[in-house]
Nanobody
Framework: QVQLVESGGGLVQAGGSLRLSCAAS????????MGWFRQAPGKEREFVAG????????SYADSVKGRFTISRDSAKNTVYLQMNSLKPEDTAVYYC????????????????WGQGTQVTVSS
């Protein structure tokens, strides 16, 4: 079991930056592949970024590549999502998720989810 708590969301103007944090508690944080997902009103939950548990390989959705960076700090049991050059279309609830077995972009590969944090980008 692992519990995830996101923070760092808010309202920002287009072109601005935010850093989301996801604090994990419970079983060993380093044994989980971690991902960030987002869900806008009326849309399905979509993969944003992921980081593997072993070598820390990262992957990104095409829509955020070059603007967002995922990282993890095992000493703090925390995963981050640095978001730069934000656009109005980045507006969504952002979720942190943990996958004990598979490093994937698929939401159903992730067993544990946080409650989400709202990100709103104004134009």
């Amino acid at each position: 079991q692992v519990q995830l708590v996101e923070s760092g969301g808010g309202l920002v103007q287009a072109g601005g930056s935010l850093r989301l944090s996801c604090a994990a508690s419970g079983r060993s944080f380093s044994s989980y592949n971690m991902g960030w997902f987002r869900q806008a009103p009326g849309k399905e939950r979509e993969f944003v970024a992921g980081i593997s548990r072993s070598v820390g390989s990262t992957s990104y959705a095409d829509s955020v590549k070059g603007r967002f960076t995922i990282s993890r700090d095992s000493a703090k049991n925390t995963v981050y999502l640095q978001m730069n050059s934000l656009k109005p279309e980045d507006t969504a609830v952002y979720y942190c998720a943990a996958a004990p077995h598979i490093y994937s972009w698929r939401p159903n590969s992730y067993d544990y989810w946080g409650q989400g944090t709202q990100v709103t980008v104004s134009s």
